[in-house]
Each structure stands twice: as C-alpha cells, then as structure tokens.
C-alpha cells in the first residue's frame, strides 16, 4: 500500500458537487502541492477533521474554487492520510482536480480500494466491508437497519466470540497432545465434548437466522407458478399496480420470466412470472415450461395458483400434483377466481393436507390482506416490525458458518469415537479456519481482491 490512490467518490455526471478522495502516504504533499487554502494559517494548524476553501491549481493554473476535508492517519476511513476535494458538479473540475493529483504521483483507485485499504489497515473486518455494500444496495429500511448493525461490529462480536471458543478448545487439544505422558481421563473428554457442544450450539443459532438475513438483504425469491390462464400475469400486475405483463384468454401468452420488485410490509419480494406449466409441443414454450422448474427448485416461496371455476370437472394436473408434493413446505396456494364460484370449498379436497391455501381473486382484490400475512409469518414470524438482529445475509459468510459447524460436528463424532487427539485438531483446526474467514482473520488475498472487486470505484 505504497501508491496514493485518487478517485471520483460521487456518481460521474453533472451535479450540485463532486467529492474526489485521495489517500495513501503522499497525500498530504500532493494536496500541498495542489491546493491553496484561503486561510493559511489555520491549514498549517493541520488539525484533524477540519474543512478548508481555497483554490486548487494543477501547476500555475487554477482549476475550481473547492472545500478540502483533511483526514490524518490513523483517524480516516482507509487508515492513511486521506483527503476529499468537494469541486463544483461539473465533470470537467473533477476530472482536471483528479489528473492534477495524477500528475504529482498519483494513481486512479481500482474498485472499492479505499474500502480495501480500510480493512488491511484493521478499520474494518469482512463483515463490516460488505454491510457498506449492501447498506449501499438496501431496497428496503429493514435492510439497511440489518447492513447498520453489522457495519457497527454487533455480528462480528458474536462470531469473534465463537472464534475464541473454536480456539480455546484447539489450544486445549494441542497442550494434551504436547504432554502424552499425562493420561487423559473420562473428565477431560467430558469436558472436552462439552466445550465442542456449546461452541456448535452458539453457532448454530447464528446459523438458525441466516435464513431470514438473506431475505432481509436479497429480497425472497417468489414464484408465481401455474398452469396457463390461471391468472399469474395479472397477479403480477396486481401487486405492481400496472399493466407489466400482458394478459390474454389465450394459453400459453407468457414465454419467459418476467422479474419485478415489491415490498409486503419491510420485506422485499423478487417476483418471478413463469410460463404456465402443461404439455406441450412449441419448442419456444418448452423452454419458457423448463425455465419455470429451475425457477421452482431455487424459490424460497411458490405461490401456486388454482382457478376454481376449473375443478368443477377437473383435478389437480400431474404437474400440480408435483408442486404440491415435491416444494409442499415453500408453497402457498391460491385458490383464485372464488368470485366466479360461490362454494369454493371443496377445492380443498384435491389439496394435501399439509398445504397452506387462501381462497382468493385477483380481479376483486380478494385475499391479498391474508397471503401478506402468510409471506410475513414465513420470513419473519409475521411481525415486520421486528428490529433485524445482526443476521449473517451473503452466501460468503452463510457458508463459511455452516462449515464451521460441520466441522465440530466431526470434531465430536472423533471424541465419542475416541479417536487419537491429533486427528480430532483437524477437524477444529478446519472450523477455525472457516470462522476466521468470516471476519478476515484467516482469508486468502485472492478472495479479499473478490469481495473489494464488487465495490464502487471510489468507495
């Protein structure tokens, strides 16, 4: 971390300002060479977190009248001597104040360096490197709240706390290994089995709510599945309240997926259209028909429409009966067009008992309020104003902890088994490791470089 890297903190176009952060070792002498305060005498104070009006020059020329916010080492954001150059909202000030900086050794910032340098210089964990991102990405106030929890420490905390158990147990491990002379009685491998138990058990209940961070973040990923002309575009458009897809009486209009937006309560819902599910024999709708399975294995909830009007002569589809047997814990039935059809009911004869159904239409409106509730019950024990705990929510960290766990898991198998010691640190060593990662204080560089590498420039 050599160079002093500069870049364009805000987005690139016309506006009110453009901040251009520079940081690293030679900051500070590229801005005194850059830059000439109104008031000199309060700069030479140098005195941290200040603001400062003057010019900035890119040799005798003057560029833009600007602010600088001065930030030393160790007191910034990257850890270094870092400095932002609030310009005029022109691109053509930011551009002249960045290729000044370059002139006078410089380098342009690659993506989420500033965030990068952040992290090594021990600002930071892993944890908290990508809540910035996602408290960036945040549809929805729940997921913001959840991405502020996390960029305040509280999940990294309670990881670090079970990384110190997984370490406690493998120093416990080692030093009996080190002293063979010392007979190990049934107490030590009690106490050894208990420590593994109550370490496993504290990361299981992180793991237990990761579930519901990735919602929280990702939004849950709802199918609307069916055969054709059961009403699943026009249930699409009836959550967005417009004409997003078309809708027709004849089968089969939908060929591909269509992907939307809403938000039931603070949850986000990624709305998937599928094509209407049947046999068929257009090669172009047999794709659209594939497409919807895949889409169905990975869903987190299915919303299986049913028309009514339709079981007065006919039953469940074979490809109905496969939802409803094969993805029964994820989907929510939806016995639709009930306006058309005064005695629904016995609709539910057809239906595994086990199957959550609503009578519903989409045309009147009719039993939106209860699938709302229904949705809210899945995600977060139907009460969205929960405040979000520090919920582990990317697939990264998620992995990481189930690892970890399992790694225990055969860590307490090899006690019970009373499988020599050295062979046991394998497994907790392969949990430490897991854990560690999580927050970065185990992690290969080329994984670092993958994370920081969805980041922003600038950032």
Not at 274 to 285: F, K, L, M, W, Y
């Amino acid at each position: 971390m050599e160079d002093t890297i500069v870049a364009l903190a805000t987005p690139p176009g016309e506006g009110a300002i453009h901040i251009v952060r520079l940081s690293g070792k030679q900051a500070s002498k590229i801005i005194e060479s850059c830059f000439s305060p109104q008031q000199m005498e309060r700069w030479q104070d140098e005195t941290n977190f200040t603001l400062h009006l003057g010019w900035f020059y890119h040799g005798e020329k003057k560029l833009d009248q600007v602010l600088v916010a001065r930030m030393k080492a160790p007191f910034s954001f990257t850890g270094e001597d870092t400095f932002e150059v609030n310009c005029h909202g022109g691109m053509l000030s930011a551009r002249r104040i960045i290729e000044a900086c370059l002139h006078h050794g410089a380098r342009l910032a690659e993506a989420g360096e500033f965030s990068k340098r952040a992290f090594l210089n021990g600002k930071m964990d892993l944890i908290q490197a990508e809540a910035l991102v996602d408290l960036i990405t945040a549809r929805t106030e729940l997921s913001a709240d959840l991405a502020l929890l996390q960029l305040r420490g509280r999940l990294s905390s309670q990881i670090d706390d079970i990384r110190q158990d997984v370490l406690d147990i493998l120093s416990f491990i080692e030093a009996t290994i080190d002293f063979p002379e010392d007979q190990i009685d049934d107490l030590a491998l009690t106490e050894l089995a208990e420590k593994i138990i109550k370490t496993k058990e504290k990361a299981v209940e992180i793991f237990k709510g990761s579930k519901t961070g990735k919602i929280i973040r990702d939004g849950l990923s709802t199918v609307i599945a069916g055969r054709p002309n059961v009403g699943k575009s026009s249930l699409l458009n009836a959550f967005l309240n417009e004409d997003r897809a078309i809708v027709t009486d004849v089968p089969g209009t939908t060929r591909d997926e269509i992907h939307e937006y809403i938000k039931v309560g603070e949850v986000l819902l990624h709305l998937i259209d599928t094509a209407g599910i049947r046999e068929s024999e257009d090669p172009v709708e047999m794709i659209g028909i594939e497409r919807t399975w895949k889409a169905l294995n990975m869903a987190d909830v299915i919303l299986l429409l049913l028309d009514v009007s339709e079981y007065n002569s006919h039953c469940l589809t074979k490809e109905e009966q496969i939802i409803l047997e094969e993805y029964a814990e994820k989907t929510i039935v939806l016995i639709n067009k009930v306006d058309m059809v005064p005695d629904y009911e016995f609709v539910d004869s057809f239906l595994p008992l086990k199957v959550f159904a609503i009578p519903f239409s989409v045309k009147k409106h009719f039993g939106f309020g209860d699938l709302e509730k229904e949705i809210l019950h899945r995600v977060y024990e139907g009460d969205s104003s929960i405040s979000p705990e520090p919920f582990l929510s990317n697939i990264r960290q998620i992995q990481a902890l189930e690892n970890s766990i399992h790694s225990l898991e055969k860590a307490l198998e090899a006690v019970y088994a009373d499988v020599p010691f050295d062979l046991v640190s394998i497994d907790v060593r392969s949990s430490l490791e897991e854990i560690s990662s999580i927050t970065g204080h185990s992690v290969q560089e080329d994984l670092i470089n993958n994370i920081f590498t969805r980041f922003c420039i600038g950032k």
